[in-house]
């Protein structure tokens, strides 16, 4: 299986391969733009014919190696979008620790609300959301494999220590979200995006409520159904294929993980319409899901590569979209951003250890766009420049809600 | 001593004294458009020559005397303003347990949102809110003895059993607020709006940091200084009777309790800012404050008799503006509103034990404002029309911020 929009076998071609002619005046100056650009972060920067560039100060982390022309002029050009295409195409290469060296670039770049203004965002209709989750989503189930957890929890994960396994964090965050939601045996619970169903079957197992969990890629939802199947929780829970947007019914628990990220903001408010309808008088909502400190569009080379039409929010947006028109109150917020760095942290070792396979199935490019995915993001998230937040909400007149919160 | 604008001695004139007219059929329909204000609210309504009205359904569960005709046009004109204003000088008055009517009638009554358009609010610039801070919280130390608990808390209780005293649950909520701002010993605390002082001295008491905190009312500053020097803390917390406009140097936490309502939304950028000249790098920040899920003025008579110039605030208010524009990353937001209704509760018997005492302090309309203002009070945190929010943030690139959260 190939997937769409990702340019193949040059990565091969660049990685051992250097252009004859030396490096110019202009290329040089090219490279001290971008040395300028990225401050005092301790990363070399070298070009194609051995120039280099060292750090303003201290020894250099590691070293990033620009192998063409045109690589060097489109990075300084649009460094967001092409930094990113220079790597996955092997025109760029890195030399050291990737997440360190990222992490050290980002700290140095400006914060992410300067960016360029042409970078808008258009609407998600139900198509063009089909669309986006179809590209991300479906890459088969066979990849995501190699790399999640044995429950295939494609979200942050909660660490009650530093040191607990992937998949010992990821139920630990199953259980944090049923937690945080007071779900009671005999509720009936409705979850907006549901990934590979782990969560609606953790509810059902373990909580003993009914489920109905919406989710637009036919690759999952094949999944989740064969997976209640065999474990005799088909009665509980019911996978249905199709968009957020024709959820029915009344539940008394609303939840989302992972899923506002694709919403996209234009329908944030429809969003809050779809839970305020699904929601009894004493029910309770939880949103999981990646934001931001402050408001701007999700990394262009992201959006472009892999997560076509998704948005980080702010919390405000979020309240104001969402919450607010319908009175929901909010009861609860937590911050989770350095579980998400070590979550990403465990899935690009993993994802390493399985490279091999995952170049088998796609190509060069492709593994080099994702281990730049998952490292960009491991340090986008330990650098604070991206938050995941989990935010319970109830109705405002609802007294049923808890006097005291829970903890991991 | 005289509290400023309230009215007196009129509440006496009105308590046992009838009008000798007989209501007209222009009374009668008045008093019927406010039952129907009323909707569903099982409350009964009369005027001064027995006329009276049931509720729509089932049994009232008190009643609302109406005993003048000005009374009763004055709160069909402004309900918001003049109900209190009636209650409050007696020409309105209610048998029955007033917490429980007047959650009743708030229930009843539309959202906040839909508030006439000329109430709106004036700046506080620094002599308005010395002004503000003198009228209310000036009324004399030996009037808030009567009711608040040992420390003097005048804020939200953290009750970690519903059953808590006040005294143990106002102690919860310091230490709730020192373990939420993770404090060290040797740390530094600034605290903006400090009451009596009880958390400034808890702080340093109890986990070794040393604290400035800030306060205009100079009746409560008087009444901490002397506290800390008894205590022998007067070298670890330092009071300063100023605007926490003019807080100076750098701390590791900022703390403010109880002081938001007070600064008024077109300030809250300078608070931001306060804020943000104010921490270090790693330092963090905790805003205890009175909010509402959905933007709206505070009750005009409350604003008018009891805290002029405050201003409730939802959460994306203070989040716009206060930590956004220094990239404050928001860490964990908890909604303590349940509560408050309870600490209020206290209060409200409390004060009700030493009426007397008020009354002689006073007089009998003060004590009435009072009683309303805490029912009032009660009544909104306990139907939802109030939130209170405990938020944590701190800088956006800090990584000593913690992964795990406390809970009560």
Redesign the interface.
Known sequence: MKAPDYPHTRATLYADARPATASTAADRWALRRIRAQLGAAAVRLALWDGFVLEPARGPALGTISVRTRRALFSWLWDPELNFGEGYMEGSIDIHGDLPRLLEESY?ALP?PGARPWWRSQPVNDVRAAREHVHRHYDLGNDFYRLWLDREMVYTCAY??E?TASLEDAQLAKMDLVCRKLRLQPGERVVEAGCGWGSLALHMARHYGVTVRAFNLSSEQIAYARARAREEAMAWRVEFVEDDYRNITGQYDAFVSVGMLEHVGKPDYGTFGDVMHRSLNGAGRALLHFIGR???APLNAWIRKRIFPGAYAP???EV??RV??PH?????????L???YAKTLEHWRLRFDRSRGAAVAMFDETFARAWELYLAGSQASF????M?L?QVVAA?????S?P??????
């Open positions: 700290r914060s660490f009650p530093r400190n402050q408001a702010t919390l405000r309240f104001e919450l607010e009175d929901f109150s909010v009861l609860d917020v937590e911050n951003r350095l579980h330990s650098t604070g420049g938050q937040f109705r405002g007149a609802a007294n809600i006097w005291t919160r829970v903890s991991g």
